[in-house]
Nanobody
Framework: VQLQASGGGLVQAGGSLRLSCTTSGRTFSSRDMGWFRQAPGKEREFTARLRWAGDSVYVAVYADSVRGRFSIVGDNDKNTVHLQMNSLKPEDTGVYYC?????????????WGQGTLVTVSS
């Protein structure tokens, strides 16, 4: 299984970006799909995940630092997730990694995508 992330870029503080992550290869059957991020000089941290609860239903969870500003959305085919990032702050700058696994919040990651760089200027 491969995860392909896209959508990073440079944006001013207060702006928005939308990241996308698409799976390919074998059928993706992980329970969780979501995002981590790594700021310069810091460790990679959990950002957001969704957990499928049915064909078109999922439960989203966010890190405290992004709750209310970021929104994770899954396509009905369960192969793509999007991270809508609004009201961006300079501290949101970092490399964002798409991930899939059993429990992303506890670090149980089976698959990593390549990172996509998000830079928020002040």
């Amino acid at each position: 299984v491969q995860l392909q992330a896209s959508g990073g870029g440079l944006v001013q503080a207060g702006g928005s970006l939308r990241l996308s992550c698409t799976t390919s290869g074998r059928t993706f059957s992980s329970r969780d799909m979501g995002w981590f991020r790594q700021a310069p000089g810091k460790e990679r941290e959990f950002t957001a995940r969704l957990r499928w609860a049915g064909d078109s239903v999922y439960v989203a969870v966010y890190a405290d630092s992004v709750r209310g500003r970021f929104s994770i959305v899954g396509d009905n085919d369960k192969n793509t997730v999007h991270l809508q990032m609004n009201s961006l702050k300079p501290e949101d700058t970092g490399v964002y990694y798409c991930a899939g696994g059993h429990n992303l919040q506890t670090g149980e990651v089976d698959y990593w995508g390549q990172g996509t760089l998000v830079t928020v200027s002040s």
